[in-house]
C-alpha cells in the first residue's frame, strides 16, 4: 500500500475524490490505494512497479487476461468508426447485437429462445426479476411473485439484486432484503451437514428445506429460484453432489422458474462452457456477463427458453410495449468485442485449455490442506476457495474481531498475489490463459503467506 501519499500523488486526489466499492473508506484513507497501471498475462503491476499474479481475474472476468488484445482494440476501435451508439429499443436493431445473441443462443447449456443484453450481471439479474413478474401477471398468477435464493449467494447490487444476495454486508442498513425475496439453505456441505451427514443426505435435507419453504409461503405464490452453480462471492461453494437434481424436482413440483446465474460460472470457468453443464442445471433463464467480453467491455446477457418468452411476448403485445430497457444495453462497441472474445476463445480453444489446467490448480491448491491453519480446500475447474481456521479438528472459525482473514489478505499482496479473503476464504478464479508454471508460482506464494500469517497470529 502507498505510505503517506504525496498531496498531488495520484493516491492522495483518490482518496480525496473516489467512494470506493467494497472498500472500508477509515483503511482506505489510513493507507491510500493500490494504483494498478498495467498488466501482461495473468500479472499486473501496480504505480510502484510491484508485480502481481492477478489470482482472481479482476472481479473474475478477466479470462484472456491482462495483456492489451490488439484484435480487441481494433474491434472497438472499427466499431466506434462505424457505428459508435445505436440501440435495439423500438424496433432497432445493429449487427453486433444480432451476432452476439446468435452466438449465444447457439452456445446455451439448454434450448434459450431469445436474448436480452444490458451492462451488468445486477442489471441482469434485476431484469430477469422484472420478466419473471411480467410473465406471471401474463399468465394470469398475480400472486406468483416471490423469489428465492441461497444463505450466501451473490446476484448482484442494485435493491432487487442486493436482496438476492444472501450475504449480511449487502443488506446491513440498506433496508434490505425487499419483502417477497426469501432465503434457504446455504448447500455448503463442510459447515451446513450435521455430525455424519453424507454430502447426498445433506443434498437431500437442503431440497426439502426448500420444499418446506415453498409450502410454508404457499406454491402459489413462489415464481422462481435463482441459484450460481457455484456460489462464488459467498467463498466460492460447491454444491454436493446430487443437490441440483434435487432442488430441480422441487422446483417442477411447484412450478416455480429456475434462474441460473452464470455470472462467473460462464464461459469455461469450471470446466465446461457453463456450469449448468457441470453441475446439471437446466434453467428456464440464464444470466452471464464478465468473461463474456473478458472484461473488456460492460456487457451482460439474459436468455429466455421459449416457454417463458411466449406468455411476455403475448403480455407486451397486447399492451403495446415491452417497457424495459436500459440506454446502454447491447451497445455495438461492447457487442463487437464480445464478439471477437468468443471467437477467441474458440480459436485458442480456452476452455478446453481451462479445462486441463483446472485439474492441476485444484490438486496443487489441496496440497495446502497441511498447512497448520488451513481448515477445507474446495473448487471444481478454475474457481477455487482455501478456508482457514482458528482449530482445524474442530472446525471452529477465528473470531472476525481478530482479524485474520484481513492480516492473510495483506500477506498475499505482499507476497505479489491479488485475490480476495472472503470471511476466512482465499477465493481462486485466475484468468483462464494462466499456465501450470503460474499456477505453481501462485500456490506457493500463497503457502508463504500461509506462514506469514501462521507467525502473524502466534
Ligand atoms: N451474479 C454473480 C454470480 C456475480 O458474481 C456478480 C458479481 O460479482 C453479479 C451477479 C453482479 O454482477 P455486476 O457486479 O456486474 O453487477
Known amino acids: 500500500m502507498t505510505q503517506v501519499p504525496r498531496p498531488n500523488s495520484a493516491a492522495a486526489r483518490d482518496v480525496r475524490s473516489q467512494l470506493h466499492p467494497y472498500t472500508n473508506p477509515l483503511a482506505l484513507e489510513a493507507d491510500g490505494p493500490v494504483i494498478v497501471t498495467r498488466g501482461d498475462g495473468v500479472w499486473v503491476e501496480d504505480e510502484a512497479g510491484e508485480r502481481y499474479i492477478e489470482g482472481l481475474a479482476g472481479l473474475w472476468c478477466t479470462a484472456l487476461g491482462f495483456s492489451a488484445e490488439e484484435r480487441l482494440a481494433r474491434a472497438a476501435y472499427d466499431q466506434m468508426r462505424a457505428l459508435s451508439f445505436y440501440h435495439p429499443f423500438g424496433q432497432k436493431a445493429h449487427v453486433p447485437g444480432i451476432d452476439l445473441a446468435e452466438k449465444l443462443l447457439a452456445m446455451a447449456p439448454v434450448p434459450m429462445s431469445k436474448v436480452l443484453f444490458s451492462t451488468s450481471g445486477s442489471e441482469a439479474n434485476d431484469t430477469a426479476i422484472k420478466l419473471i413478474r411480467f410473465y406471471n401477471n401474463a399468465l394470469g398468477r398475480p400472486e406468483k411473485k416471490k423469489i428465492i435464493s441461497r444463505i450466501k449467494g451473490y446476484h448482484g447490487v442494485t435493491l432487487a439484486t442486493a436482496s438476492l444476495t444472501g450475504l449480511p454486508n449487502n443488506h446491513r442498513d440498506f433496508d434490505l432484503p ?81 434462474v441460473a446465474d452464470e455470472v462467473i460460472c460462464g464461459f469455461g470457468r469450471t470446466g465446461n462452457v457453463w456450469g449448468s453443464q457441470t453441475f446439471g442445471l437446466q434453467p428456464d ?25 411466449q406468455p411476455i411476448r403475448d403480455n407486451a403485445g397486447r399492451i403495446g410495449i415491452l417497457g424495459h430497457g436500459y440506454t446502454y444495453g447491447g451497445h455495438p462497441v461492447a457487442c463487437a468485442v464480445a464478439n471477437e472474445v468468443l471467437t477467441i476463445y474458440e480459436e485458442r480453444e480456452l476452455f478446453a485449455h481451462a479445462a486441463t489446467v483446472g485439474p492441476h490448480m485444484q490438486a496443487r491448491l489441496r496440497t495446502l490442506a497441511d498447512h497448520p491453519l488451513v481448515d477445507e480446500v474446495r ?25 485474520v482473514g484481513a492480516a492473510l489478505g495483506r500477506h498475499l499482496h505482499r507476497r505479489g498475489v491479488i485475490t480476495r479473503v472472503i470471511g476466512d476464504t482465499i477465493a481462486f478464479s485466475p484468468p483462464l490463459i494462466i499456465t501450470d508454471e503460474e499456477v505453481d508460482a501462485m500456490v506457493e506464494r500463497v503457502a508463504l503467506a500461509l506462514d506469514d500469517t501462521l507467525a502473524w497470529c502466534r
Do not use: N, W
Not at 382 to 394: N, S, Y
Open 178 to 258: 425487499l419483502p417477497g425475496i426469501l432465503h434457504t439453505t446455504c448447500p455448503h456441505h463442510y459447515h451446513g451437514a450435521v455430525e455424519g451427514e453424507s454430502p447426498e443426505a445433506f443434498a437431500t435435507r437442503c431440497a426439502e428445506d426448500l420444499d418446506a419453504l415453498i409450502e410454508a409461503e404457499g406454491p402459489e405464490t413462489v415464481a422462481a429460484f435463482f441459484a450460481e452453480p457455484v456460489m462464488g462471492a459467498g467463498g466460492v461453494l460447491v454444491p454436493p453432489p446430487t443437490y441440483f437434481e434435487k432442488i430441480q424436482a422441487v422446483l417442477k413440483k411447484h412450478d416455480v422458474l429456475l
Open 285 to 309: 433463464l440464464l444470466t452471464c456477463a464478465k468473461q463474456l467480453s473478458s472484461g473488456y467491455m460492460p456487457v451482460s446477457a439474459l436468455m429466455l427458453s421459449e416457454a417463458v418468452y
Open 379 to 403: 473448487g471444481v475447474g478454475l474457481i477455487a476457495g482455501v478456508e482457514i481456521a482458528r482449530d482445524k479438528a474442530k472446525r471452529q472459525p477465528f473470531e472476525p474481531a481478530q482479524g
